[in-house]
């Protein structure tokens, strides 16, 4: 199965050349932090562009045990936008979790369908989306339209019956980013991240090192201010974790080598005083979902003190 990774990005990165195809002419060629700023400015629309991509060329099968379950929909978002979605609730559960895939994900993506009938098996509805610029879903991905997108999907879900009370939420990879940002803003009854970064600027400023760049570059970016860093879509998940009330999840493979541990640590020891919060690392470096990561997840939402979700 083709994953479009960080890794693979990266590559597509490199191959690009960006610096050696632009220094030579350059008039800023002496100046590290005009180059920092360029080069940070082209690497952070390639790598999103690129996931777009990838997102709008992959399709999936659907697994045999979905077949007949999934209910396709769009939600107009505006006037040219769409956002195209899945509504997968086969026993009519009164309680749904949102899932909120990663940026390089589309929604058949086999190891979020795995997730998706897990879900349905013990009892509750699935809801899952592509943010505007993926998959089947029209219009750009922005952190901002994201966010709407998100409350799109929470609203439909109201406008059909569903309790506030009775949906949760889980965001993987960059999308805990935006699974974050709107928990930060709306009170769901849990949130599970998995495999979750810090903040953007931290992202952008490890990607960096892996790209192929002067090391005087490379060495100006890592040591950049953050508000420095000219990103569009910052994600500030430290700043988000800070405001979410709700039971939350956090959930790292110790060897993941798509989202290093030392960030998503660095998520947790900011918010290390909030009662709400469960930790869990595990061995290995899949940075997928995985069937280990689904059995902490259902597990945390199983024992929770969530008896309005699980009776």
């Known amino acids: 199965m083709a994953i479009e990774t960080v890794s693979d990005c990266i590559n597509k990165l490199n191959n690009q050349s960006f610096y050696s195809q632009n220094v030579a002419n350059s008039l800023f060629k002496n100046f590290n932090l005009a180059l920092c700023y360029m080069s940070i400015v082209k690497y952070e629309n390639t790598f999103y562009l690129s996931q777009g991509s990838y997102t709008k060329n992959c399709r999936n099968d659907i697994l045999d045990s979905l077949k007949g379950k999934i209910n396709n929909l769009s939600l107009n978002i505006n006037k040219k936008d769409i956002i195209n979605c899945w509504d997968i609730n086969p026993y009519k559960s009164t309680k749904y979790i949102i899932v909120f895939g990663g940026i390089g994900s589309e929604k058949s993506n086999l190891f979020l369908q795995n997730a998706y009938q897990k879900f349905i098996q013990n009892g509750w509805g699935v809801f899952a989306f592509d943010y505007r610029g993926r998959g089947k879903s029209s219009g ?36 805990a980013g935006v699974a974050l940002d709107f928990a930060s803003r709306t009170n769901t009854t849990f949130v599970i991240l998995i495999n979750p970064f810090n903040k953007a600027v931290d992202m952008a400023k490890n990607i960096s090192q892996k790209l192929d760049l002067p090391l005087f570059i490379k060495k100006t970016v890592k040591e950049l201010p953050d508000f420095l860093i000219p990103l569009q879509n910052r994600f500030n998940n430290e700043k988000a974790l800070n405001k979410v009330q709700s039971p939350t999840l956090i959930v790292h493979n110790k060897d993941d080598k798509t989202i290093p541990v030392s960030l998503c640590r660095k998520l947790y020891k900011r918010n290390i005083d909030k009662k709400n919060i469960t930790y869990i690392e595990l061995e290995g470096w899949n940075h997928e979902i995985d069937d280990k990561k689904l059995d902490v997840a259902i597990n945390f939402i199983k024992n929770s003190n969530l008896w309005f979700f699980n009776r």
Do not use: P, R
């Open 140 to 175: 750009k991905f922005s952190q901002k339209n994201a966010l709407v997108d998100a409350n799109k999907v929470w609203n439909y879900l109201l406008s059909k019956g569903v309790n506030a009370y009775e949906i949760g939420i889980l965001g993987h990879s960059m999308g």
